[in-house]
Structures are given as C-alpha cells and as structure tokens.
C-alpha cells in the first residue's frame, strides 16, 4: 500500500479516488449516491438521506489565537451544514467527536461546544451522539451531520449541461483574512429558495475557492466553462487598495466562502438573479462549455484557470 500511495497518490483528490477505488467491492444496498459528492445520499423508509462529515484540526483549520473556543464549535458544524445545503437538503442529526490535548481547560472545551449547540438550535440540528478522546497532540473536532433530500432529489455535481449558466450566491474572496470563514451563514434555507425558483441542474458548495471547486460541476462528464471576469461579485472583505488581478485572485482561489456555485438554463439565469424573493444575491459568472477546457474571460482575451489562478496575463 505505501508504493502505491508514493507512486500513485499525488495529492488529496487522488487519495480520495483510490479510497474510492478500493471500497466499491463493499456493497451498499440503497446508496446511491456515494464518494464524491458534498454528501452521500441513500433511501431509507423515510425518504432520501444524506450524510456527511468534517474535521477541524489546531494549527492547520484555526489556532486557539485566532478564533474564540465558540467560533471554533460553530465552524465545525457549519462547514457541514454547507455540505448539506448543497444538496438543497434540510439538515437533521449531528455527531460529534473531540480531541482534546489532555492540558487543555475544560472551560475551553465547553466553550467549544456550546458555540456547536447554539448553531445547531439555530437550525434544527439535534446532537445525538458522539465521541469524546485525549490526546498528547492538537486539538480536533469532527462533525457527522445526517439530513434529509428534497422530495424532488438531492442536487448533485453532476448534471450540468451544455449552455448552462453558471452561478453563485452571494460575493466571493478575503473570507480567510477578514474572519469571515468562522462567523458565514451556511446557505440551507438560500439554496432550498432557489432549487423551488429554478431548476437547478448542479450545485456544490465553494470550500476550496471557485478556480479549484468548479472542477466538480465539469469533471465527469468532460466540460468545461468560462468564467467572466467582470461579472465575478468579489465580496467587500477582499481590499479596494489590492490591484485589480490580486482582486480576482483572492475571489477565485481564497476558499473557504462557502457559499454555493450552481448551474442552471441559461434561459432561468437572468430571471433568477432578479428575483428579489431570494434572500440573497445570485449572479451569473459564467457559462458550460463542451471544450472540456476551464477558461477565464476578459473582454476578447481568455486564459486558462488553474487551482491556484490562471495562466496568461488577463483584464487591465
Ligand atoms: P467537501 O469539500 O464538500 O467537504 P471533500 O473535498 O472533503 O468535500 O471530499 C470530496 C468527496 O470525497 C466527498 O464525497 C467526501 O465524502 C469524500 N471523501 C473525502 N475524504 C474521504 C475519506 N477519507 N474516505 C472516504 N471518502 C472521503
Ligand atoms: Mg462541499
């Protein structure tokens, strides 16, 4: 197993697939649909169900001096939350599982949580369960969130088709610097708003920043897109006083904005940025293309979008 990991898995995304890989002999009798999407999503008696989960580690997602103990619970379920709003789905049953450094204040860890029960309150979630460790190491909290679908069907990446129109809630960019990353509003009620005004063909929730996450909307069925440089809603935490290109940068590759990409009909797209019952702001960026090729527009210029930006020389 450790050749294959240093020969094959370059990086996270190539880990997940060869996970992927190796538990599809596992039968799962009602999954359907299952690795790669915000949430897994399989029928019980009751309807759809979806699952998922998400983890915090000190040091690498927050730090003790950059966040209080409470932002720090409430992240831990809200980054899940966002998961499950990608579904358009409502959000139910929640697990959770610390792992506290045996020095650590216990008032610290009740702080943690209590900032997780008041999220959680806020919407509907009940915490059902958990696990609870020490460590000799850092700080984590993991969350397993449990929701239901739609009755119409859970919103999948997949689905996107030719001529659609890309879209995205809210403004984008500077969440990480500003603080924002630890205080957003997870878009479960925003995304459920929409799906009932349009037909939403695809959707996901930005973690990563759009430059890397829209991959998803195209991967598997070999799209592509354009994104249009001065349509993108860069948000007010990203500052005026940056170029113009460091401006787009910290829009498509920040990350951490959690607010939903999704495509629909080009015909829906400027009826549903008008619509002035969403609570909140969507606007079209771009459109999905069949040249399998991920493309940033300027006015006649395009230029490439890679994870971590784009290639040529672009906008003024
Ligand atoms: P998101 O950013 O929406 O939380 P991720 O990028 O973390 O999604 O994960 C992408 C997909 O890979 C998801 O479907 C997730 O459930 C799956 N995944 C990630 N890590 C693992 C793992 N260690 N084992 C199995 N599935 C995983
Ligand atoms: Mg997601």
């Not at 240093?6 to 190796?22: K, P, S």
């Not at 809210?170 to 929409?194: D, T």
Request: hydrophobic fraction near 40%.
């Amino acid at each position: 197993m450790s050749d294959l990991f240093a020969d094959e898995l370059g990086d996270e995304f190539a880990l997940i697939d060869w996970i992927h890989q190796c538990s599809k002999t596992i039968s799962a009798p009602g999954l359907s649909t299952g690795i790669g999407d915000d949430t897994a999503v399989f029928q019980s008696t009751a309807g759809a169900m979806l699952a998922t989960v998400d983890t915090l580690v000190e040091g690498t997602h927050f730090t003790f001096e950059s966040a209080t103990p409470e932002q720090i619970g409430r992240k831990a379920l809200a980054v899940n939350l966002s998961d499950i709003a990608a579904m358009a789905g409502t959000p139910t049953y929640a697990l959770l599982s610390l792992t506290s450094p045996r020095t650590l204040d216990q008032n610290i860890l009740k702080r943690v949580v209590s900032g997780l029960v008041e999220l959680a309150t806020e919407f509907n979630v009940a915490l059902i369960g958990g696990d609870t460790n020490s460590t000799d190491g850092l700080f984590s909290i993991s969350v397993t969130l449990l929701g239901m679908a739609p009755k119409s069907g859970a919103i999948l990446r997949t689905g996107s088709q030719v001529g659609d129109a890309i879209m995205v809630t809210g403004a984008i960019g500077g969440s990480l610097p500003s603080g924002r990353h630890l205080n957003f509003s997870p878009r479960v009620a925003e995304a459920k708003a929409i799906c009932t005004a349009a037909n939403v063909h695809a959707m996901l929730d930005v973690s990563d920043g759009i430059a890397s996450d829209i991959r998803h909307l195209l991967q598997s069925q070999k799209l592509g897109a354009i994104i249009d440089v001065d349509a993108i809603p860069i948000h007010a935490d990203v500052p005026t006083e940056l170029s113009t290109q460091e401006r787009l940068q910290c829009a498509l590759c920040d990350g951490e904005d959690f607010e939903l990409l999704f495509t629909v009909d080009a015909k829906e797209a400027d009826r549903l940025s008008r619509d002035e019952t969403l609570s909140v702001n969507v606007t079209r960026i771009g459109t999905i293309t069949d040249s399998g090729e991920l493309l940033l527009r300027s006015g006649d210029s395009t230029s490439p979008i890679n994870n971590t930006g784009w290639s040529h020389p672009i906008g003024d």
